[in-house]
């Protein structure tokens, strides 16, 4: 049993470039996140999807883009990556249409642009 | 506005030590409280959870009580071991929330043999 599977796991760029980042669960869930973790930060939503076929945003949007291709998978990128956006991004899904029930995490994308 | 608010970290134990990590929120209404634990290397996983005042969340030998007068949702453990150091989130939904978890900014624990 997979869970929430991200790729990749490292990646550095420079600033400018852009990167889709992967996200996939096996566990047939309705909603979908995305996360970016900072140091002595909590968790910021990027985006969520709460079903197939559609996506909101979060608290800190700018600069991504998402695209939920079907109910397995949750893609986030980055279209002309800055410093800024250097973090460690995490996938959550879960089962019903809300984030106040159980989370499941992938282990995480840690992300520096240079 | 909705905001968690977790001890600073981080905080070193020697093992067998007894185990606190406050947690205070301020939300609307009633939210619901989590303590999710993130071990080296790997995502986040739920640790326990409390939906209403005076509910005790337990898992694994952790416990939390949600307690609507302190507005404080703190993490205690009673004897603690190398293979719980962590870091250690405390978050919030509140009944205002858009599908939007409130998160604490972690606390790292360091248990020592």
């Known amino acids: 049993n997979a869970g929430v599977t991200q790729t990749p796991k490292f990646q550095v760029l420079k600033t400018g470039q852009s990167m889709t980042l992967q996200c996939a669960q096996d566990?047939?869930?309705?909603?979908m996140y995305w996360y970016r973790q900072d140091p002595g930060m909590g968790l910021r939503l990027i985006y969520y999807s709460a079903s197939e076929g559609t996506t909101d945003k979060g608290e800190v949007p700018n600069g991504y883009n998402v695209s939920r291709l079907n109910k397995r998978e949750f893609s986030l990128r980055l279209e002309s990556a800055a410093p800024s956006q250097t973090s460690v991004y995490f996938c959550?899904?879960?089962?019903?249409?809300?984030?106040?029930?159980?989370?499941?995490f992938g282990s995480g994308t840690q992300l520096s642009v240079l | 506005g909705n905001s968690v608010t977790q001890m600073e970290g981080p905080v070193t134990l020697s093992e067998e030590a007894f185990l606190t990590i406050n947690c205070t929120y301020t939300?609307?209404?009633?939210?619901?409280l989590f303590w999710y634990v993130q071990y080296p290397g790997e995502g986040l996983q739920l640790l326990l959870k409390a939906t209403k005042a005076d509910d005790k969340g337990s898992n694994k030998g952790f416990e939390a009580t949600y307690r609507k007068e302190t507005t404080s949702f703190h993490l205690e453990k009673g004897s603690v071991q190398v293979s719980d150091s962590a870091v250690y989130f405390c978050?919030?939904?509140?009944?205002?929330?858009?599908?939007?978890?409130?998160w604490g900014a972690g606390t790292k624990l360091i248990i020592k043999p």
């Open positions: 959550a899904s879960s089962e019903g249409q809300s984030s106040n029930e159980k989370l499941f």
């Open positions: 566990m047939n869930h309705n909603s």
């Open positions: 978050a919030a939904f509140p009944m205002d929330s858009n599908y939007q978890l409130i």
């Open positions: 939300a609307t209404g009633y939210p619901s």
